[in-house]
Every structure is written in structure tokens, then in C-alpha cells.
């Protein structure tokens, strides 16, 4: 898979594309995206996948942060691990959602020299989000020579779904059911970070994990994880939240995970965490002992639902 930064790095030939945020490629985006593929390889056409940075909803005022599931270079590593040739993450600005559909259906046509697009059924873009279905199809038609191809939506119990339903179920720490929309366990990576000591010198070390401040984090509490790191597996209990017993007036939420049975240092190193379920809230205690006697608890629970998923 190539990634590029904006269309303007890119000249293919007879691509097939499909076009969207596609941010956390869940369910829904995961078709799409094997239907492209299982279209365009056979006939010799690279599948590519454009999206955009930042997010439309962000420029145009519609979303506030944090929002994202996936980092742009995460969207795109899932996208060619889907089967996607090229990963365009164009620009978004006021100036691109000002563009026509019909001057933006040019630009692709000189970039990819495209002849198939994929998209869901209630897409559209260009300003005013004038490029709709039946427009898309007419510019097919009648100026730019490419087919078009309307996948129908994927639904989960009856309802669509969606990245916002994804970021719903993160808000109330439902990560059960966000690995059910995505496909896969909610998941967060970064760079092991210097805390503050705090774990080491009560018994239960724990790694801080630096998370883009754009992020999507599950609702503060206690969770179940898998922490990867240094080319293995481990379980882990993960803490999102402020820490009340040590921080009186908290700031910005901390990520930070008790990798069982684990013992290297990680400093620097790159930690994934997939969140696998629920334990309970971030609680503010009467003493350390009391933290810590519950922080024990929470392990051994962790340790026994670790074991029943691997039965």
C-alpha cells in the first residue's frame, strides 16, 4: 500500500476509487472497501481509497475534539490491510469544501483516470454537498467517462452503522460494543512516556501511554486489555482517567496500563492497547492501601476474563 498526503502527488491509470472519512474503518467501510478491491484487481486497476485530514465536520464546524477513532496513518495502515493499493488523506480546508462536484470529479479524473467509483448510498460531496447520487452518475455519464457503483449501508441489529455509534459506545465505556461495529477491539497507540513513579513505588508499575490529544478515548474507568509491545502479547488493566486519589485537580485524562507479568523496560517504545472490556469507574480512595488493595482485585478479575476469552 502507498500512502500520499494530498491528490496532487499522485497519476494512476484506470483507478478504481471510493471516497469518505472512513475514520476507525469499521464494518461498514470494510465492505466497501473489499468490494473495491474485489472489483479493481482482477481487471489490473488499482484500489484506491481517498479520504481527508483533518475531518470535514471539523473544518466546516460541525464536531468538536476530541473525535478521531483512527490517526491518519492508522486509517490508512487498516485501509491496505483491507487490500487498498493507494491511501490518498487529502487536505480538507474551506477551500476544497467550496469546490464543485464538477471541478473535483475533474481533478480526480486527471490524478487517477478513473473509471469506477464505489460509494454508500447517502454520499455526496462538493460545495453544498451538490455531488449527490444522481449528480455523481450524470458526471459519470456524460463528462468523465467512469461508472458508478452504490453499495447499500451495513447494518448491526437493525441500525446503521456507523463511526458515530462507535463514539457513543466509547463515551459510556461500552468497548463490547465498539469492537462489534468495528470488527475488531477499540484500540489506542503510542509512545511509552516517563509518569510519575507512582505505580512503581506502590507495587504496580505501569506504563503511560502518549495519546494524541485528537483522540477518541473510551469513558474514564478501569478496562480489560491486550497490550502489545515489543513484538508480543500481554494482558493488561488499563486506567483512563484523572487519578483522583493522587490528583486533587485534575487536567487531561492520563492513559496508563499494568502489563501482567511483565517486567521490561518500555520507555520510547510503541504500546497498542485493545480494549476488551469494562471493569468498573475510576474511584477516588480513603488511603494508597485501599488503591492498591483494589488495583490487585481488578488484576486478578482482568486475569480470569483473559482466560475464559482464550478458552
Not at 244 to 249: D, K, V
Given at each position: 500500500m502507498r500512502h500520499f498526503g494530498s491528490l496532487e502527488e499522485v497519476q494512476l491509470q484506470n483507478s478504481w476509487l471510493t471516497i469518505g472519512s472512513f475514520d476507525g474503518?469499521?464494518?461498514?467501510?470494510?465492505?466497501?472497501?473489499?468490494?473495491?478491491t474485489a472489483g479493481a484487481h482482477p481487471v489490473g486497476s488499482p484500489a484506491v481509497?481517498?479520504?481527508?485530514?483533518?475531518?470535514?465536520?471539523?473544518?466546516?464546524?460541525?464536531?468538536?475534539?476530541?473525535?478521531?477513532?483512527?490517526s491518519p496513518e492508522e486509517r490508512a495502515e487498516l485501509l491496505g490491510a483491507l487490500g487498498a493499493d493507494v491511501v490518498i488523506t487529502h487536505p480538507f480546508d474551506r477551500q476544497v469544501a467550496s469546490t464543485s462536484a464538477y471541478n473535483f470529479m475533474a481533478k480526480l479524473k486527471e490524478h487517477l483516470d478513473l473509471k469506477h467509483l464505489i460509494v454508500g448510498e447517502d454520499f455526496a460531496l462538493g460545495r453544498n454537498r451538490e455531488g449527490n447520487i444522481s449528480a455523481l452518475r450524470r458526471l459519470g455519464e456524460e463528462d468523465?467517462?467512469?461508472s458508478l457503483e452504490v453499495m447499500p449501508p451495513v447494518t448491526n441489529t437493525g441500525e446503521?452503522?456507523?463511526?458515530?455509534?462507535?463514539?457513543?459506545?466509547?463515551?459510556?465505556?461500552?468497548v463490547e460494543r465498539a469492537a462489534e461495529l468495528l470488527g475488531r477491539p477499540y484500540a489506542l497507540t503510542g509512545e511509552v512516556i516517563h509518569g510519575d513513579?507512582?505505580?512503581?513505588?506502590?507495587?504496580?508499575?505501569?506504563?503511560?501511554?502518549?495519546?494524541?490529544?485528537?483522540?477518541?478515548?473510551?469513558?474514564t474507568g478501569i478496562y480489560v486489555c491486550k497490550a502489545h509491545v515489543l513484538g508480543a502479547t500481554w494482558g493488561?488493566?488499563?486506567?483512563v482517567g484523572y487519578r483522583?486519589?493522587?490528583?486533587?485537580?485534575p487536567t487531561a485524562p492520563i492513559v496508563e496500563a499494568y502489563i501482567m507479568d511483565f517486567d521490561r523496560?518500555?520507555?520510547?517504545e510503541k504500546l497498542r492497547l485493545e480494549f476488551l472490556s469494562r471493569l468498573r469507574d475510576e474511584l477516588r480512595f480513603s488511603s494508597v492501601d485501599a488503591l492498591v488493595e483494589q488495583m490487585r482485585e481488578d488484576i486478578k478479575i482482568a486475569r480470569e476474563r483473559l482466560a475464559e476469552e482464550n478458552t
Open positions: 474503518v469499521h464494518r461498514g467501510h470494510q465492505e466497501i472497501v473489499n468490494r473495491l481509497v481517498l479520504t481527508f485530514f483533518p475531518h470535514p465536520a471539523f473544518v466546516l464546524g460541525k464536531r468538536e475534539k476530541p473525535f478521531y477513532l483512527t468523465f467517462d467512469y446503521k452503522i456507523s463511526s458515530s455509534q462507535i463514539r457513543s459506545a466509547l463515551a459510556v465505556g461500552n513513579g507512582r505505580g512503581r513505588a506502590i507495587g504496580v508499575p505501569t506504563a503511560n501511554l502518549e495519546v494524541w490529544a485528537d483522540r477518541c478515548l473510551p469513558k493488561a488493566v488499563t486506567n483522583p486519589t493522587f490528583e486533587p485537580q523496560q518500555i520507555y520510547g
